[in-house]
């Protein structure tokens, strides 16, 4: 085994090395030798042991501190988390108490107080409406008069804010929250416990974790002609999932199970949802029930921890009502306060015997490997050279594996000969299985892509002339025809002449990095191009509002180049009066980090453009904005509202259905016509009003003059709300969408039963004697022609009576035709 190693040693090896080995392999044959074991082994095995002993003391030891330094390490952070927790909630609630108070000094509200009449609920429903929709954090806003009732509400609605209708306001004087507010001095601010809303008696589904900020406000004094001042409470029912979304991510990074709960000991926040709220909801165990002991202690005080057998606990208190700048409330309706309770799993802050000896047993394999190592150090000593050269074998593996990793290679080139000798890692950048031999310098020159060959060759000689390094990318054709992109480093080597002797240098293959510098430059381009060609305007600005970057769009639409915008600020293009719509604008957008609103631009020409800017902040402080002319919109609106007026003015019924025949739209005429108002045929068919004088075949007729050819007219007879049936004459065509399919159905209705009166009137005169009303010549006729083809069908017989009035002319002649 020595004797290959140094055969593969010679190879590589210079000469002095080589010697030096020789001397190590002297030395390594008296390992075999019995006077050596003699005198070696027994003093070797004492003092192993012995210091055996004292490293697996010292381990012992070492282990219990490391162990004690983590756990006052995870103590300290999740006390930092505690703190950041703190401020979390403590912001929330600022917020909360701030949004109150401005409301509740606005001199809306105050208006309402000295004279509530509609004028004044209109405008403050419409503060309300704002507030909820701007902030989304508010449930319900109320206004409560001092008997509990409520005289406003606007709801959330999911994001669709509405005010409630005075029918369906409700009575919340026995709310404790209420008694609690009418307990305070004019004024003063009362918050309610967190707990889950409840309205109409029953606890709202979903559950909507709820905090109430009252104020109870002083009546304000109304003037001797206007109705009596309105004495209230005003009540903000904040969604409170949020602060609870907020305290989750404060504590998202905590190192084991993070819960929230009130003062009684139920959970307010817990990973299991379903130990949540156990103080309204039936059967859930509350976190003082689950762990007496830990409570006890928690409950006694304001901040510590406390080890149990389920773990170390810490916790922290937070009051509610000082953390949103308010005195201490007296009520027990209100949360004196909360606690943020960590739990710990014990195997993290309880150390085990077990553990230490878990490190200890780790620590035997390899304390009996140094043993072994020091050993053959000490019996090794005469052969230093061959540990040496152990070493350097094993340098040179940990250099080939970390080559391969790196994906780097390294090539030495002897310029007396022109061979190269490659790594291994070499040989598989360039497609090749490693042998060990060498390469001729040609070779490597032929397997440079052609493109690149001149500009590889001129970097060698510049160096070989310059006695420099030379750094390149280039590419390389791999056997199998594929392309490899790779980074050359190298530097020349010279003797003591200062001639050049060889080169040595590195190769590394940079095909994933090329190739991702390649698709980022492409992905910019393409979003460059998607910016200057985007249909609407597109503008960045810095922290002060003054343009960074602005689209072709935006330079049309403002009349200028680019040049002359960057550095302009966006209220210069504003008429004076839109300029504090921006100072809101701005605080909106900080508050939100997003906005939509619409504004007049002034361009270069001094024209206004009607716009809709869609503005969003950007990480680093800047300003994005979506310009988009709406002018083109406005006309089309106005184009629409236009068309609302023709369609509910017209006489005719107008009927508008979707492709499942559901009706979407009906004009005024319709409901004149057939006595249904437009809610009840909304979302109804048009068999609502179909008659029974019209078989499936005409319907069937119908319908596939509709599909064949997009329209039917003909008369037809309909059936009014009150059951009575009037003909029609109707007209009926489809719209279609861009692909052809059905999309709509419009149908378009006359009544003309005066028309069909009028028909029966002229039928009637025909078949009639004027005078007598009796059936005249024509009508006989015609009724004697159909009995005699009766009865010839039927072969009967037919009678036929002639009476003869005699001398009837005479009496007409003198007495006239009444008389006759």
Request: with cysteine; glycine share 6%.
């Given at each position: 085994m020595i004797t290959s190693l140094f055969r593969a040693a010679s190879r590589s090896l210079s000469p002095d090395v080589l010697r030096m080995l020789r001397k190590g392999r002297d030395a390594l044959a008296l390992l075999g030798r019995r006077t050596f074991h003699a005198s070696f082994l027994p003093r070797f095995l004492a003092w192993s042991a012995l210091s055996s002993i004292a490293v697996l003391v010292a381990v012992y030891w070492i282990e219990h501190a490391r162990f004690e330094l983590e756990r006052r390490t995870l103590l300290e952070e999740e006390g930092l988390r505690h703190a950041y927790a703190v401020a979390v909630l403590t912001r929330d609630l600022e917020v909360l108490v701030t949004d109150l108070k401005r409301l509740a000094y606005s001199q809306v509200l105050q208006d309402y107080l000295r004279d509530p009449v509609r004028a004044q609920t209109l405008r403050l429903q419409n503060d309300l409406l704002n507030l909820v929709e701007q902030t989304a954090i508010y449930d319900q806003v109320r206004l409560l008069d001092a008997s509990g009732h409520e005289r406003i509400r606007v709801n959330f609605n999911a994001g669709q804010p509405f005010a409630v209708p005075e029918s369906e306001l409700q009575d919340k004087s026995k709310r404790y929250y209420f008694r609690a507010a009418m307990d305070l001095e004019p004024g003063r601010i009362y918050l309610s416990r967190l707990d889950l809303n409840v309205e109409n008696g029953e606890i709202e589904l979903p559950h909507k974790p709820t905090i109430r900020a009252i104020m109870r406000l002083p009546a304000a004094s109304g003037s001797e002609r206007q109705a009596p001042a309105v004495s209230a409470v005003l009540v903000l029912n904040y969604r409170a999932e949020q602060l609870l979304h907020h305290y989750q991510a404060a504590m998202a990074s905590s190192s084991g199970e993070a819960m929230l709960l009130n003062e009684a000991g139920y959970w307010l926040h817990s990973e299991d949802s379903g130990d949540s709220w156990g103080f309204m909801l039936q059967g859930r165990q509350g976190f003082a029930q689950r762990y007496p002991r830990v409570w006890r202690t928690i409950a006694a005080e304001a901040s510590g921890s406390q080890l149990d057998d389920a773990g170390l606990f810490l916790f922290t208190s937070v009051q509610p009502n000082v953390a949103a700048r308010l005195p201490v409330p007296t009520s027990n309706d209100v949360d004196d306060r909360?606690?943020?309770?960590?739990?710990?799993?014990?195997?993290?802050?309880?150390?085990?015997?077990?553990?230490?000896?878990?490190?200890?047993?780790?620590?035997?394999?390899?304390?009996?490997?140094?043993?072994?190592?020091?050993?053959?150090?000490?019996?090794?000593?005469?052969?230093?050279?061959?540990?040496?050269?152990s070493a350097l074998l094993a340098s040179e593996q940990s250099l080939a594996h970390a080559q391969r990793l790196a994906n780097l290679g390294s090539w030495t080139l002897e310029l007396s000969t022109r061979q190269l000798t490659w790594s291994d890692q070499t040989y598989r950048i360039f497609g090749m299985t490693p042998d060990g031999g060498t390469v001729p310098h040609e070779w490597f020159i032929e397997r440079v892509h052609p493109e690149e060959r001149s500009q590889v060759e001129s970097a060698v000689r510049t160096a070989l002339d310059e006695r420099s390094a030379y750094s390149i990318s280039h590419r390389v054709l791999l056997p199998d025809g594929r392309v490899r992109y790779v980074h050359e480093r190298a530097v020349v080597e010279l003797d003591r002449r200062g001639e050049p002797v060889r080169m040595v240098g590195t190769v590394?293959?940079?095909?994933?990095?090329?190739?991702?510098?390649?698709?980022?430059?492409?992905?910019?381009?393409?979003?460059?191009?998607?910016?200057?060609?985007?249909?609407?305007?597109?503008?960045?600005?810095?922290?002060?509002?003054?343009?960074?970057?602005?689209?072709?769009?935006?330079?049309?639409?403002?009349?200028?180049?680019?040049?002359?915008?960057?550095?302009?600020?966006?209220?210069?293009?504003?008429?004076?009066?839109?300029?504090?719509?921006?100072?809101?604008?701005?605080?909106?957008?900080?508050?939100?980090?997003?906005d939509l609103s619409l504004w007049e631009l002034c361009g270069a020409d001094g024209r206004c453009i009607p716009v809709e800017i869609s503005a969003k902040r950007l990480p680093d402080g800047c300003w994005q904005l979506f310009v988009r002319d709406t002018a083109e919109r406005k006309r089309t609106e106005e184009h629409l509202r236009q068309a609302a007026i023709v369609f509910d003015s017209t006489r005719e019924a107008i009927l508008v259905a979707n492709a499942r025949g559901e009706v979407i739209a009906a004009n005024r005429a319709y409901t004149r016509i057939t006595g249904y108002e437009q809610d009840e045929i909304l979302g109804r068919t048009p068999r609502l009003h179909q008659s029974a004088e019209h078989d499936r075949a005409f319907y069937t007729a119908l319908w596939d003059a509709l599909h064949s050819s997009g329209q039917w007219q003909g008369e037809i007879w309909n059936r009014r709300k009150d059951g009575t049936l009037f003909p029609a004459w109707e007209s009926i065509n489809t719209v279609r969408d861009e692909d052809g399919r059905i999309c709509n159905y419009v149908a378009i209705m006359s009544d003309i039963s005066p028309l069909k009166a009028a028909e029966q009137r002229l039928a009637h005169i025909a078949h009639h004697d004027m005078l007598t009303g009796l059936s005249n010549r024509v009508l006989f006729n015609l009724t004697l022609e159909h009995a005699i083809e009766r009865a010839r069908r039927h072969e009967a017989k037919l009678a036929l009576l002639f009476m003869d009035l005699d001398r009837f002319k005479l009496v007409n002649d003198t007495l006239g035709h009444d008389a006759g």
């Amino acid at each position: 085994m020595i004797t290959s190693l140094f055969r593969a040693a010679s190879r590589s090896l210079s000469p002095d090395v080589l010697r030096m080995l020789r001397k190590g392999r002297d030395a390594l044959a008296l390992l075999g030798r019995r006077t050596f074991h003699a005198s070696f082994l027994p003093r070797f095995l004492a003092w192993s042991a012995l210091s055996s002993i004292a490293v697996l003391v010292a381990v012992y030891w070492i282990e219990h501190a490391r162990f004690e330094l983590e756990r006052r390490t995870l103590l300290e952070e999740e006390g930092l988390r505690h703190a950041y927790a703190v401020a979390v909630l403590t912001r929330d609630l600022e917020v909360l108490v701030t949004d109150l108070k401005r409301l509740a000094y606005s001199q809306v509200l105050q208006d309402y107080l000295r004279d509530p009449v509609r004028a004044q609920t209109l405008r403050l429903q419409n503060d309300l409406l704002n507030l909820v929709e701007q902030t989304a954090i508010y449930d319900q806003v109320r206004l409560l008069d001092a008997s509990g009732h409520e005289r406003i509400r606007v709801n959330f609605n999911a994001g669709q804010p509405f005010a409630v209708p005075e029918s369906e306001l409700q009575d919340k004087s026995k709310r404790y929250y209420f008694r609690a507010a009418m307990d305070l001095e004019p004024g003063r601010i009362y918050l309610s416990r967190l707990d889950l809303n409840v309205e109409n008696g029953e606890i709202e589904l979903p559950h909507k974790p709820t905090i109430r900020a009252i104020m109870r406000l002083p009546a304000a004094s109304g003037s001797e002609r206007q109705a009596p001042a309105v004495s209230a409470v005003l009540v903000l029912n904040y969604r409170a999932e949020q602060l609870l979304h907020h305290y989750q991510a404060a504590m998202a990074s905590s190192s084991g199970e993070a819960m929230l709960l009130n003062e009684a000991g139920y959970w307010l926040h817990s990973e299991d949802s379903g130990d949540s709220w156990g103080f309204m909801l039936q059967g859930r165990q509350g976190f003082a029930q689950r762990y007496p002991r830990v409570w006890r202690t928690i409950a006694a005080e304001a901040s510590g921890s406390q080890l149990d057998d389920a773990g170390l606990f810490l916790f922290t208190s937070v009051q509610p009502n000082v953390a949103a700048r308010l005195p201490v409330p007296t009520s027990n309706d209100v949360d004196d306060r909360w606690l943020i309770v960590t739990r710990i799993g014990p195997e993290r802050v309880s150390f085990s015997h077990w553990q230490a000896a878990h490190g200890v047993a780790r620590t035997i394999p390899w304390l009996i490997l140094a043993c072994v190592l020091l050993a053959l150090v000490l019996a090794w000593l005469r052969a230093l050279t061959v540990l040496r050269a152990s070493a350097l074998l094993a340098s040179e593996q940990s250099l080939a594996h970390a080559q391969r990793l790196a994906n780097l290679g390294s090539w030495t080139l002897e310029l007396s000969t022109r061979q190269l000798t490659w790594s291994d890692q070499t040989y598989r950048i360039f497609g090749m299985t490693p042998d060990g031999g060498t390469v001729p310098h040609e070779w490597f020159i032929e397997r440079v892509h052609p493109e690149e060959r001149s500009q590889v060759e001129s970097a060698v000689r510049t160096a070989l002339d310059e006695r420099s390094a030379y750094s390149i990318s280039h590419r390389v054709l791999l056997p199998d025809g594929r392309v490899r992109y790779v980074h050359e480093r190298a530097v020349v080597e010279l003797d003591r002449r200062g001639e050049p002797v060889r080169m040595v240098g590195t190769v590394q293959d940079v095909t994933d990095l090329t190739q991702a510098d390649l698709a980022l430059r492409a992905s910019e381009s393409k979003l460059r191009e998607l910016f200057e060609h985007a249909p609407d305007g597109i503008v960045v600005a810095d922290p002060a509002g003054a343009i960074i970057e602005v689209n072709s769009a935006g330079c049309a639409l403002l009349g200028q180049t680019p040049e002359a915008l960057r550095g302009r600020t966006l209220a210069s293009f504003l008429p004076n009066q839109g300029r504090g719509d921006l100072w809101r604008a701005r605080r909106r957008l900080l508050r939100n980090g997003v906005d939509l609103s619409l504004w007049e631009l002034c361009g270069a020409d001094g024209r206004c453009i009607p716009v809709e800017i869609s503005a969003k902040r950007l990480p680093d402080g800047c300003w994005q904005l979506f310009v988009r002319d709406t002018a083109e919109r406005k006309r089309t609106e106005e184009h629409l509202r236009q068309a609302a007026i023709v369609f509910d003015s017209t006489r005719e019924a107008i009927l508008v259905a979707n492709a499942r025949g559901e009706v979407i739209a009906a004009n005024r005429a319709y409901t004149r016509i057939t006595g249904y108002e437009q809610d009840e045929i909304l979302g109804r068919t048009p068999r609502l009003h179909q008659s029974a004088e019209h078989d499936r075949a005409f319907y069937t007729a119908l319908w596939d003059a509709l599909h064949s050819s997009g329209q039917w007219q003909g008369e037809i007879w309909n059936r009014r709300k009150d059951g009575t049936l009037f003909p029609a004459w109707e007209s009926i065509n489809t719209v279609r969408d861009e692909d052809g399919r059905i999309c709509n159905y419009v149908a378009i209705m006359s009544d003309i039963s005066p028309l069909k009166a009028a028909e029966q009137r002229l039928a009637h005169i025909a078949h009639h004697d004027m005078l007598t009303g009796l059936s005249n010549r024509v009508l006989f006729n015609l009724t004697l022609e159909h009995a005699i083809e009766r009865a010839r069908r039927h072969e009967a017989k037919l009678a036929l009576l002639f009476m003869d009035l005699d001398r009837f002319k005479l009496v007409n002649d003198t007495l006239g035709h009444d008389a006759g």
